[in-house]
């Protein structure tokens, strides 16, 4: 759902549709979702029309960056100390 919202906002019924389930199921989730502050919601009309929050997964974002960089050291020192001790293996 989040994918699709990122290409606008959309309706419940609209979300629903992709995925095959009910509406009350998608209405389940997006409540979840607004809950987190990942959509928010308004009445146009009868409906309710969701879009995407992107700021909390910025959020995400940037916290996970801070571990990139160790996560890179780490599996470039399992590389090598597999290289190491079995040596280059051919692919084939």
Request: hydrophobic share 40%; charged share 30%; proline share 4%.
């Amino acid at each position: 759902m989040l994918f699709s919202l990122q290409q606008g906002e959309k309706p419940a019924s609209a979300l629903a549709k992709p995925f095959g389930v009910s509406l009350p199921a998608v209405s389940q989730q997006l409540k979840v979702l607004k809950e987190a502050g990942l959509v928010s919601e308004y009445r146009l009309g009868r409906q309710r029309i969701y879009r995407l929050e992107s700021e909390p997964l910025k959020e995400v974002f940037d916290w996970v960056a801070h571990f990139e960089k160790f996560w890179h050291e780490k599996l470039d020192a399992l590389g090598e100390h597999l290289r190491r001790k079995h040596g280059k293996r051919d692919s084939n």
